[in-house]
């Protein structure tokens, strides 16, 4: 166990959702939402393309992450989600969604019709 791990251990009570089962010693991710399934860990080539597309992005006058709160990767879909929601869960915009070559797969945008 690492010291990292050894910290959540004693720092998350038994039964908290982070810990598989229950059990200490078992840490997993947790997802910020509140969902109950695994999460997939960036690796080397998804952190590269997020860096491109940082750059792209930034580099762009258009660009659809200037906003965002958080990003998450979806292993599901090979893609990246730029979150427009606060923490909290309070969000007026649906997510922008990046794939690992760059493209634009939804701009994202308002939630709701003003």
């Not at 229950?22 to 969902?35: C, E, K, M, S």
Request: glycine share 12%; hydrophobic share 35%; with cysteine.
């Amino acid at each position: 166990m690492t010291h990292a791990e050894g910290a959540l251990e004693a720092a998350v009570p038994l039964g908290t959702p982070s810990l598989k089962g229950g059990d200490r010693g078992q840490v997993r991710p947790l997802r910020y939402d509140g969902g109950d399934e695994e999460v997939s860990p960036m690796g080397r080539e998804q952190l590269e393309a997020l860096k491109r597309i940082l750059e792209q992005q930034l580099a762009a006058p258009d660009n659809v992450i200037v906003g965002s709160w958080s990003v998450r990767w979806d292993k599901d879909i090979k893609a990246f989600y730029f979150d427009k929601c606060e923490w909290g869960g309070y969000c007026e915009e649906r997510p922008s969604v990046i794939n690992l070559a760059g493209e634009v797969v939804d701009r994202g945008g308002p939630l709701f019709a003003e």
